[in-house]
Each structure stands twice: as C-alpha cells, then as structure tokens.
C-alpha cells in the first residue's frame, strides 16, 4: 500500500503473532511470502511416508526376518525421503497426548503468563519468536517456546513454564523418552548400513544436546500470504517431531507432501549432520509448515545435535572409490547452518570437499 508505514522486524518479533490474531490484524508485510495464489493445501499430496516399527529393531542379538525387512524399509526411508514415521518407539500414547495437551494449555494462557518467560528477540531461548532475519527474509506466522533440555546443567529454568502445573515433570519425562529413543534409533539407523551399532552416538559424543521447540501455529485469515514455518533443512543431526493437526510437509523430487496425522507416531527427520555423517546415503529433507485458516496446531520439535566442539564427518566405511567423500569433517556445523538459515539459504554446499 502506498504510504503505508512497514513495522521493520524486529518491533513485529516483540509482538506475538496469537497477539495480531485475537486483535484481528492482517499479516503485515514482512510476514508475507507467498503469492496470494497458494491454497492451503496447495501441491501437497497424502503422503506415503514410510512407517517403521522400531520395537522390531531393538534387540542387539542376531535379526530375524521381521527386523532385517524393517532394516530395509529403515535404510530406504532415509534415503529417499529423509524421514519415517516411527512407531513402538516404547513412548505409550497417552503420553504422546498429554505433551501435545500441556503446549496446547502453555499457549492457551494469558499473554502476560507466557511472556514470563519472554525472550529477546536476539535470545534464542525462552518464548517468542526466532531472532530477527537478513534484511528482505520472511517472518514466520508462528509463536514458540525454545529450550535447551539436555545435558541438565544446560537447564535455563527461568524459561521453563510453572504454568501449566505439569509442564516441567513432563518435559523432564519426555527428555528421558528422547534420550531412549535417539539411542535405539542412532543404533538401528547404523545397523541398517550394516555399520557398528555404536558409530552415530560416538559421533554424536554422550553429552549430545536435546533441544526442545514447542510451536504454535495461529489461525490465519491469509494462509494464501503466509507460512507457519518458512522452507528449510534442520541444522542438528537429526530431528523428532510430535505434531496435533496436519501442517508440516516435506520436500521430495519437488512436490509438498503433507505429514499425516498420527497419533501414535513420531516423525523421525534427518537433519544436515546425519547427511555429513553418512556421505550424502540419508537426506536432509526441506521442510515447512502451512499456515490454516480453520485449525491451530501445536508441534514439539526436538533438536539432537553432537556436542559442541566435536569433529564429525563422513564414516570411514561409507567413503569408497565408488562413493567418494562427499563431505568435508566439520565441528559445530549447527551455527554455519543457523547464518544461512537467516539469510533464506542452506549451508551444506559449505561443508562440501
Ligand atoms: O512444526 C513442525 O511440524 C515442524 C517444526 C520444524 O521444522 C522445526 O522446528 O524446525
Ligand atoms: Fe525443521
């Protein structure tokens, strides 16, 4: 609009976006990338991600029939797709319910309860939204609650929510959950390439850090205009997402497709440092997440990502004449990532050999 005064940023990312939706405000300017033509369930087919049951792949003994097919569904997933919906991941379901019950309750209180635990909007822990983008780069039309659960003593409790009361404990029991399930998946996905089950964790050290984003996606008047989570591959080694409604979809051979919905399962997602990792054989998938008209969602993203200061690379076994090392060892890629995430762009091109 002609004359119309643009909010830079960083006033918008001190502003919640559920503030602009319970005023009924539009998305302003810098949230928008989207062309007006995009309909919310544009290009986005009912995928056919696969599903793994990792209670089959959890016994170190010698596999039976059972677990070397779901071996190969593992190994295929991960190379095409990027992803898997897990299943007998030994979380029981009710417990999946009462995570996705505790965020919904988190953003559902009072503005002035949540921004108790506010965070800068150049902090990355804490409640709000990411730190200010490049100049020209969109904002997303999401709120969120980032915090750093593992190791402990990485604990910052001034931004764990009292409120809901519940919260902390079940936070605390979910870390325990993911602690358990990266290592039998870090296991499986190394047997699955017929690799010594131990060489991910080593990679990924003992102190390897969970992160934890809980996001919140408003309604929109304008899914058209906007995206809850802008196009983007994962910084961390891999990702595990718990997800409400439908909204996050996944890049493959350049077509969208939707992550369905399943109660009962987690999205396991490879992230930059697994493709390193494995030469290229895993893909980090692009990934975003729509915007809805009709429905909020609530997600809970958990970041694991090897310790800091640790060199990480392409496993001697996986580099060949056939298969020529692909990646560069690297140490603390998760920040490269970041400085490219900020400017709209990827960063593995950086770390190639
Ligand atoms: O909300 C989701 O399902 C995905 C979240 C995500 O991709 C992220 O936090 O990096
Ligand atoms: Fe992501």
Redesign the pocket.
């Known amino acids: 609009m002609a004359g119309a005064f643009i909010q830079p940023a960083e006033v918008l990312l001190s502003k919640r976006v559920q503030e602009m939706v319970i005023n009924g405000e539009e998305p302003p300017a810098p949230y928008i990338c989207r062309d007006g033509d995009a309909t919310e369930d544009d290009g986005s087919v009912e995928s056919p991600i696969p599903i793994v049951d990792l209670s089959l792949l959890s016994f170190s003994g010698p596999c039976g029939d059972e677990s070397e097919d779901e071996l190969r569904k593992l190994q295929s997933a991960l190379c095409s797709w990027g992803c898997f919906q897990a299943v007998g991941h030994g979380i029981p379901s009710s417990f999946l319910d009462e995570i996705r019950q505790v965020t919904k309750e988190f953003f559902g209180q009072p503005m002035e309860e949540k921004k108790k635990y506010a965070k800068t909007v150049t902090e990355f822990e804490g409640y709000g939204a990411d730190p200010v983008p490049e100049e020209g780069q969109p904002l997303d039309w999401?709120d969120?609650l980032f915090l750093d659960v593992y190791p402990e003593d990485k604990q910052k409790l001034k931004f764990w929510p009292e409120n809901p009361k519940s919260f902390r404990d079940i936070l605390k029991e979910y870390t325990e959950k993911m602690k358990m399930v990266t290592k039998l998946t870090s296991k499986a996905m190394a047997k699955s390439l017929n690799l010594d089950e131990n060489c991910f964790l080593d990679q990924f050290g003992e102190q390897a850090p969970l992160q934890a984003?809980f996001?919140y996606?408003s309604r929109c008047q304008r899914p058209d205009l906007v995206l809850?989570?802008k196009p983007?591959s994962?910084g961390s080694g891999y990702?595990i997402?718990l997800?409400d409604e439908v909204?996050?979809q996944i890049l493959k051979d350049d077509k969208w497709y939707a992550?369905p919905q399943n109660p009962h399962a987690i999205?396991v997602?490879m992230a930059d440092q697994m493709e390193i990792m494995t030469n290229g054989i895993f893909k980090s998938p692009v990934?975003?997440?729509l915007s809805n008209s009709e429905k909020e969602?609530v997600?809970l993203?958990v970041?694991y990502t090897p310790e800091a200061g640790k060199e990480i690379g392409p496993l001697d076994d996986l580099v060949s004449v056939e298969r020529p090392r692909v990646f560069k060892n690297v140490k603390d890629y998760a920040d490269t990532h970041w400085e490219y995430y900020q400017r709209g762009t990827r960063a593995l091109h950086t770390v190639q050999v």
């Open positions: 999401s969120r984003r996001n996606y809850g989570l983007h994962d990702t997402i997800q909204g996050l992550v999205l997602l990934h975003r997440v969602r997600s993203a970041f």
